[in-house]
């Protein structure tokens, strides 16, 4: 399984874009970008998902390369609730058995 | 609204004790898994079953037993519990095929004393 890179920490102001960038550039090509976050105290929670294309829905967008090495997730109007940690992960689609996290960008929204 | 649900969301215990931590999905899901979650060192993988009574280990299972007798329930099972079990314990399921994210629980934070 791909191991993906992350930076520790980020910060952004309420109400702006928050983009969220992954290194996966020993990805394959079966397997998916994921993206999970974790607000303090709770368990992880689903974001996204995408294998090639662009994907959206009604909490982010995700942009992946042309060739697949990276990727950006975005938070279209960061407000105080997104602040989290937020993981990135690679996984082959037909593999549900684990996933591999890392310790993800703890991200900081600001008033 | 799709749940997994943990039986405890705090739990305190002895050293020694025989621990038996509960999880409960409602999605009809074929993959539950249990993780153990510690600062600085992300969530790692105890145990996970594909299937009814099937499990497989994870990547840290010493120390540990799971129980699926049902699909819907994934027990986690400290057999002597000791102080550096003390960690969050998170319970996630996921469909079999195709993949439309994991569900995860809110936590169990139990504290060995």
């Known amino acids: 399984d791909a191991k993906t890179t992350q930076p520790p920490s980020m910060d952004c102001a309420e109400g702006r874009a928050a983009n969220l960038p992954c290194n996966h550039s020993?990805?394959?090509?079966?397997?998916?970008v994921y993206w999970y976050r974790q607000i303090h105290s709770q368990g992880p929670q689903y974001i996204i998902h995408?294998?090639?294309?662009?994907e959206t829905n009604e909490m982010a967008s995700l942009i992946i390369t042309e060739d697949r090495k990276s990727s950006t997730l975005i938070l279209p109007h960061a407000t105080l609730r997104d602040t989290a940690v937020y993981y990135c992960i690679a996984e082959n689609a037909g593999n549900n058995r684990k996933l591999i996290w890392g310790l993800g960008t703890s991200l900081a929204v600001n008033p | 609204d799709v749940k997994v649900t943990q039986s405890s969301r705090y739990l305190v215990k002895r050293t020694g004790e025989k621990v038996f931590l509960e999880c409960v999905q409602d999605?009809?899901?074929?993959?539950m898994f249990w993780y153990r979650q510690d600062p600085g060192l992300g969530l790692r993988l105890i145990y996970f079953?594909?299937?009814?009574?099937?499990?497989e280990k994870g990547d840290i299972p010493e120390g540990y037993s799971v129980s699926r007798e049902k699909k819907e329930r994934f027990s986690l099972i400290l057999e002597s519990a000791s102080t550096n079990q003390t960690s969050m314990y998170l319970c996630?399921?996921?469909?079999?095929?195709?993949?439309?994210?994991?569900?995860f629980g809110s936590g169990t934070r139990l504290t060995v004393v």
């Open positions: 995408g294998l090639k294309n662009n």
């Open positions: 996630a399921s996921s469909l079999q095929v195709g993949s439309y994210g994991y569900t």
């Open positions: 079953s594909y299937d009814v009574k099937m499990k």
């Open positions: 999605m009809d899901h074929e993959n």
């Open positions: 020993t990805i394959s090509g079966n397997e998916y």
